[in-house]
């Protein structure tokens, strides 16, 4: 297996990186063998923490990156800018990130046609802004590549925030936007308004107890997507706070974060995924 880390350097706007962070993509990259027919190219997986974009949780990165390695695929973490970094700062980082894992296909014995992202809370937030703005002109323009090298191929939402308005994180909502903000632009960073049928798949999950980013974030979501035809997979379970990550011991900071009866989610997810 190899370990690789990648500077991540996209042209920001004028006023969106404010300070002198150097977001990075940490790579766990397994080996080729003819014993193993499908490891010249595997899918690829990367892992978007949450934090409110205040932070980047660890229970919500590494950890995670070890489950889809497992799996037999590829695995990211992306430790992009937060605050007082504003948007489309860790977007054009994500891009970036999916672009880079795409260019070098081959070396990384990945199948460029199958690059996912998986974010939890505010990471979930900056994962679907990507699955649904890769369209935007200026993410070509600020990255100066290929058209749509840095279009996902499926994402996994793990409680994610969505909306910027009702049922929104209003923490994330002021550190994400910073001196840009104002209701047009919380309207305009409300996914769910954002959803298109050229929105990417996507797997959802959260729980009905998750009073930090209630399950309405997930349920507009869900509901966007299949007004405009897009494939979904959702799983609202009955109990949990939020921050759940892997639900278990491995990713355990207090007792309410072990939920065994939503420890299956990553499961689904890797079924969801093997299914694309």
Known sequence: MRYIEEKISPRYPEGAKKDTYQPVLYGYL???SPQLIHSAKRMAVIV???GAYRFKSDREGEPIAMRFLAAGMQAFVLQYSVAP????????ELAEAVALVRTHAEEWDIDPEKI??????AGGHLCASLGTLWKEPFIGE????PEYLWKPDGMILCYPVISMAEFGHEECRKLLMGDQLSDEWSKFLSLQNRVTEDTVPAFIWSTQ?????????SL???SALRRCHVTFELHIYEEGVHGLALCDATTEERKAQIVPDNAGWIRHAVRWLRRR
């Open 48 to 50: 978007c923490p949450g």
């Open 116 to 121: 996912m992202i998986c974010g939890f809370s």
């Open 142 to 145: 600020k990255l100066g590549r």
């Open 85 to 92: 970094n504003q948007y489309p700062a860790a977007l054009l």
């Open 209 to 217: 107890e998750d009073e930090e980013v209630p399950v309405e974030n």
């Open 220 to 222: 507009l979501f869900a």
């Open 30 to 32: 397994q080996d080729r």
